[in-house]
């Protein structure tokens, strides 16, 4: 196929980026990879539709070079393409560069082993360092260009294999004195300094002169990967918060700089803090966490580099460079930030948030900084949430929540007002005129008064039970706090029992210092006033939430006073969803005889047949088999509540398949007895209780086995051995089916098959009775001539290992060994049930095997026998 024109190209990737995982799929995706990189070299298409290409490459690499050897034949291309451009000015340079670098690192094809990588770093690091610039690469007039799309090439690369760069820091901390760009160049060598140290640290290994200068090194030398497999590990190159890295802690204390590397290494992060204000406000914070973090514990690294930086941005406007000092504050702390420091940034966040033209975004961003506050002298345990120190009820007046704030920003303020009254129990500032606790007992009520509008919009209820939420979740220890604010729950579920949802899900979300005390009042509100008609389905699923041991004559009054009401399917399911909550809660005395009444009385046919199904439950299961069948259902809704309650406890009442947490094996041969016995060593993943074996064989070979019974096994613990004693009709080898019937902790009973035990031939091999005392070689030879006419004899090789025909011995035929002159001669007498006989004759044993003289009075042993003796060599 020839190469297509621009507007095939057009509708071929309309196509791919509308659904690229479908257009892969079809017959079209398969070539398009390599279709894209062959058309990159066509003269019949313009620069603006190879750039389109590009782009599609950047976007979608894993879809179109999906494993390592695609991604490593597509960078291959792209760099020969780029070398093949002409020199004039061109804008596929930079595309190619970055999609070579971006082919590499999502197919995960980066790695010393890579011809590309080899060409593309020594490349991108040339372009970096403008060595490769005037020779045929490209115009002058991309050179910053490029070196700028090198910078980020490499800065790319380093994220995915951290500490790639490490034995180039000296380089490009040289590049950045120089002319070219300082921004892409600033941010990689702090990305790849704060790499080589975190990865020096944890291999306990100095700088080794990595900082010193040096020159650009040239293209045939090979690369060092030493520092990036000891990157291996996770290293994050950003972070876009603070409270998550103080709980990691980096490791740089066991690094012990020499003086001359600490010098060196001051002097590179003086060199990019002093160029940081040349960089854009989010360029400058990334640089600033990225030195901030990799210098936090370094000894002989003191933080006070970083003041002159904090003093210029201390009263910044932008957002960026905010967090940026937070970041820097949660990792030096008082080492670097004053309590003046510390007073003027909590100042101004306060003052910031209440700016009346700020955005929302914003507003929530400043609320944010304030409730994550890193402060110099923290309180309470590690991760414990409390309001700054310095942030007393005072400064916060202007950070008040109201009614009429945007639901986001009032339950931000919220938030810092509950911190506000925790702080306020403990410095007793009660005498004041204004009172934290006072404020919030007003909001709430005010926020419940709007949710008991009836009529009103679902999102004033909605915030006033995220708001509920909040409030417990910050003052669950302050029963003055929640004492209150249950009761008037229960007078907002008095007004407005639409909202009993609401309540339900609050209650699955809360702990129970507010859980359980809602629950009571709620349940003596429904029980007490059952109220209309309309209101009774609201009324019946909070009973099904809260009813429980409790309270049980009122509850199972309130119960047959709303069965006469209860006319509709839907009522009648409500009512015996709260009948199910109290057989799961144990409620056994009055329930059977309203269940009764139930089945009975209900008009739908579905609710008595599921009345009389509790009934019979309660009847017949005991209290802990009931709770396990009655637990949560995750059957999909069915037609009828019967059939949905059946697929929902089935598993408890039924033994279902499953798979088995047990492994069986066979252990040593058993060579005595009347009967041939299996040895099985059995391992369990888990508790299993009653734990029952079946064995079938196919055929008519063995007769039917019995069944092996364990009471327990739990893991870790040793097991004796299991022993199933065999019956063959013949003397041939089978395959057993193995089933297991076993009860799991939790109480249900399940069946699992599990993998077919192999019964070999000589597992049936059985030792003859003793010989009479003195005469064995006379015993023997009586075998040996009981055999003929009427059996067969044969003979074969038997190839020896190298321990020869002792050891042989030794190992397999020891048990049926008759007479024995080690280690040349052997009579081996072997009994087969039901009733064969095998005789072997090892005699004048060789350097590499034996002849074998065999007699059997079964013809059909011939052919297992021989297989068997000529395998024995390998296994000894």
């Known amino acids: 196929m020839g190469p297509r024109s621009r507007e095939t190209w057009a509708q071929r990737l309309g196509a791919f980026r509308a659904s690229p995982s479908a257009f892969m799929a079809g017959p079209e995706g398969e070539d398009l990879g390599c279709d894209l990189l062959s058309e990159l070299r066509s003269e019949k298409l313009s620069e603006q539709t190879k750039v389109s290409l590009l782009a599609l490459s950047l976007e979608y690499p894993a879809q179109l070079w999906p494993d390592t050897a695609a991604a490593e034949a597509a960078a291959t291309s792209l760099l020969d393409t780029l070398v093949l451009l002409p020199p004039r000015p061109s804008a596929l340079r930079r595309p190619l560069l970055l999609a070579a670098t971006t082919a590499l690192a999502a197919g995960d094809a980066l790695g010393p082993t890579s011809a590309a990588s080899l060409r593309l770093l020594p490349l991108l690091l040339g372009l970096a360092s403008g060595s490769d610039l005037g020779r045929g690469f490209g115009p002058a007039s991309e050179q910053r260009s490029l070196q700028a799309t090198a910078c980020e090439c490499l800065r790319e690369l380093e994220s995915c294999k951290p500490g790639l760069l490490g034995g180039r820091l000296g380089l490009l901390r040289g590049l950045l004195g120089q002319e070219g760009p300082v921004q892409p160049l600033s941010l990689l060598l702090a990305l790849a300094l704060r790499n080589a140290l975190l990865i020096q640290a944890r291999a306990r290994a100095g700088l080794q002169g990595l900082l010193v200068a040096g020159d650009a090194p040239a293209v045939g030398i090979p690369w060092t990967w030493a520092l990036a497999e000891e990157g291996a590990a996770h290293l994050q190159p950003q972070a876009p918060g603070w409270p998550a890295a103080e709980v990691q802690e980096c490791g740089l204390a066991v690094l012990e700089p020499s003086p001359e590397e600490a010098r060196e290494l001051r002097a590179a992060v003086a060199q990019l803090l002093d160029t940081s204000y040349l960089l854009t406000p989010v360029a400058q914070a990334q640089l600033l966490w990225l030195l901030g ?473 059985l030792p003859f009775p003793q010989s009479p005392e003195g005469d064995k070689q006379g015993f023997f030879e009586e075998l040996w001539d009981s055999c003929l006419p009427k059996g067969a004899e044969s003979s074969l090789w038997c190839p020896l290992g190298p321990q020869g025909l002792e050891a042989l011995v030794s190992h397999h035929l020891e048990p049926f060994v008759v007479v024995a002159q080690p280690p040349t001669s052997y009579h081996v007498a072997i009994h087969l049930p039901p009733n064969s006989r095998l005789l072997l004759r090892l005699e004048a044993a060789q350097v590499d095997g034996v002849p074998v003289a065999l007699r059997t009075d079964d013809w059909a042993v011939l052919p297992l026998a021989g297989d068997y003796l000529r395998g024995l060599s390998a296994t000894v």
């Open 293 to 765: 973090w990799a210098l936090r514990g370094l000894r002989g690294q003191p933080p006070v580099l970083f003041k002159p930086q904090l003093v210029r941005l201390l009263g910044t406007a932008q957002l960026t460079l905010l967090h940026a000092i937070l970041a820097l504050k949660a990792a030096f702390g008082e080492a670097l930030f004053t309590a003046q420091d510390e007073a003027l940034l909590l100042r101004r966040l306060t003052l910031a948030a209440q700016h009346p033209a700020l955005p929302l975004s914003a507003h929530l961003f400043y609320l944010h900084c304030l409730l994550s506050f890193p402060e110099n002298w923290p309180l309470g345990p590690t991760g414990e949430e409390a309001a700054p120190l310095l942030l007393g009820p005072r400064l916060c007046r202007g950070l008040l929540p109201s009614l009429l704030h945007d639901p986001m920003a009032l339950l931000a303020r919220l938030h810092l007002l509950c911190l506000l009254c925790a702080d306020d129990e403990e410095k007793e500032e009660k005498a004041q005129d204004w009172s934290p606790q006072h404020y919030l007992e007003e909001l709430l009520a005010g926020l419940r008064q709007r949710a008991a509008l009836d009529g009103g919009p679902r999102a004033l209820a909605t915030l006033c039970f995220q708001a509920s939420y909040l409030v417990v979740r910050c003052l669950a220890m302050q029963p003055a706090v929640l004492t209150p604010l249950t009761r008037g729950l229960a007078q907002l579920y008095q007004s407005r029992p639409a909202l009993a949802p609401h309540f339900v899900d609050l209650l699955d979300r809360v702990g129970p210092e507010l859980g359980e005390p809602l629950r009571v009042v709620l349940r003596q509100e429904v029980v007490a006033r059952p109220g209309k008609d309309e209101a009774l389905c609201w009324h019946l699923q909070i009973l099904a939430k809260v009813a429980d041991g409790n309270a049980q004559s009122a509850t199972l009054g309130f119960l047959r006073a709303a069965a006469a009401r209860c006319t509709d399917w839907d009522l009648q399911q409500a009512l015996l969803q709260v009948c199910r909550a109290l057989l799961r809660a144990g409620v056994g005395k009055g329930l059977a005889d309203l269940l009764q009444a139930l089945a009975r009385q209900l008009e739908d046919p579905d609710g008595r047949d599921r009345a009389r199904l509790y009934y019979i439950l309660l009847a017949h299961l005991a209290g802990p088999k009931l709770g396990v069948a009655l637990g949560p259902s995750l059957a999909a809704p069915a037609a009828s509540s019967l059939v949905a309650e059946n697929q929902g406890f089935a598993a408890a009442l039924m033994v279902q398949e499953a798979p088995a947490p047990i492994r069986l094996s066979v252990g040593p041969r058993r060579a005595e007895g009347p009967v041939p016995v299996l040895q099985l060593q059995v391992e369990v993943l888990e508790p299993v209780y009653s734990l029952e074996l079946r064995f079938r064989v196919e055929g008519q070979l063995y007769a039917p086995l019995e069944a092996v019974h364990v009471p327990c096994l739990y893991p870790g613990r040793p097991c004796r051995p299991l022993l199933l004693p065999l019956q063959p009709r013949r003397p041939a080898p089978t395959h057993l089916d193995v089933r297991a019937l076993y009860t799991t902790p939790s109480g249900l009973t399940r069946h699992a098959h599990l993998p077919p035990l192999l019964v070999t031939f000589a597992d049936l091999f």
